[in-house]
């Protein structure tokens, strides 16, 4: 699935209403910045700036997790 088949399977989920607003952020903050993890991480070495970069992602990945975004109430 390319980038434009998420977008609107993304979409059709905001529109079920399945996703809130905030998890919907997460997901497109996820998919504009995932690219650029990916190459740096099929890249065959590594400089300080790739390094920054997979640093940055892992920061922000671990804040997303620990903020429990995703969790759903248990009635769903």
Known sequence: MDDREMWWS???LIYKHTLTYSETDVIRTWLHGFPKVLRVLQS???DSESQAVIDAFEIWYNQWWESGVFERPKGR
């Open 10 to 12: 993304l979409r059709r």
């Open 44 to 46: 065959k070495t590594w």
